[in-house]
T-cell receptor, first 115, second 110 residues
Framework: NAGVTQTPKFRVLKTGQSMTLLCAQD?????MYWYRQDPGMGLRLIHY???????AKGEVPDGYNVSRLKKQNFLLGLESAAPSQTSVYFC??????????????FGPGTRLTVL | KQEVTQIPAALSVPEGENLVLNCSFT??????LQWFRQDPGKGLTSLLL?????REQTSGRLNASLDKSSGRSTLYIAASQPGDSATYLC?????????FGAGTRLTVKP
């Protein structure tokens, strides 16, 4: 079991460029999440998905789009990167909120710098 | 809007000491609370999850308690070791709206 994996691990973008971050999980989890973590702050939820083909906004969704075409993959897109999106991005997954045990498992993170 | 606060922001203790980390939240209508550990440059590792109907959970030297009515949770670490040095984060789940505290950075000195 690889758990939750993220690609790439590091990326540097110029303002206005676009990119997609890929998250994959092999635990057959229904729920997947994208967070960002900034210095001195806790993680903030960007978007999440409760199942294949569904997505929902989190606390800080502006400037990001997501897609969940396959159950095991959750993609985070930046259409026009801005310096304010410089951050470390974490993906997480959990079995099911309805199961009453929404324990989340995290990937290793992607460090993104926007110049 | 749910706000999660962790105090202290940093803590340094000698090896072997028992310690308590605190987490408070403003909205008591939570579904669960989760404690994580984060090592520098790494992702988060789940330590304990307490469902809203539970009062505490234990795993090895770790014990987490939850008092929903007062909006508080504590993580108790017994007989601390240098390997426990990390940042500890708590997160509350309000109907899939996850809110994290900023964390407590723990250093355990040999």
């Amino acid at each position: 079991n690889a758990g939750v994996t993220q690609t790439p691990k590091f990326r540097v973008l110029k303002t206005g460029q676009s990119m997609t971050l890929l998250c994959a999980q092999d635990m057959n989890h229904e729920y997947m999440y994208w967070y960002r973590q900034d210095p001195g702050m806790g993680l903030r939820l960007i978007h999440y998905s409760v199942g294949e083909g569904t997505t929902a906004k989190g606390e800080v969704p502006d400037g990001y789009n997501v897609s969940r075409l396959k159950k095991q993959n959750f993609l985070l897109g930046l259409e026009s990167a801005a310096p304010s999106q410089t951050s470390v991005y974490f993906c997480a997954s959990s079995y099911s909120w309805l199961a009453g045990n929404n324990e989340q498992f995290f990937g290793p993170g992607t460090r993104l710098t926007v110049l | 809007k749910q706000e999660v606060t962790q105090i202290p922001a940093a803590l340094s203790v000698p090896e072997g000491e028992n310690l308590v980390l605190n987490c408070s939240f403003t909205d008591s209508a939570i579904y669960n609370l989760q404690w994580f550990r984060q090592d520098p440059g790494k992702g988060l590792t789940s330590l304990l999850l307490i469902q809203s109907s539970q009062r505490e959970q234990t795993s090895g030297r770790l014990n987490a308690s939850l008092d929903k009515s007062s909006g508080r949770s504590t993580l108790y670490i017994a007989a601390s070791q240098p390997g426990d040095s990390a940042t500890y984060l708590c997160a509350v789940d309000n109907n899939n709206d996850m809110r994290f505290g900023a964390g407590t950075r723990l250093t355990v000195k040999p």
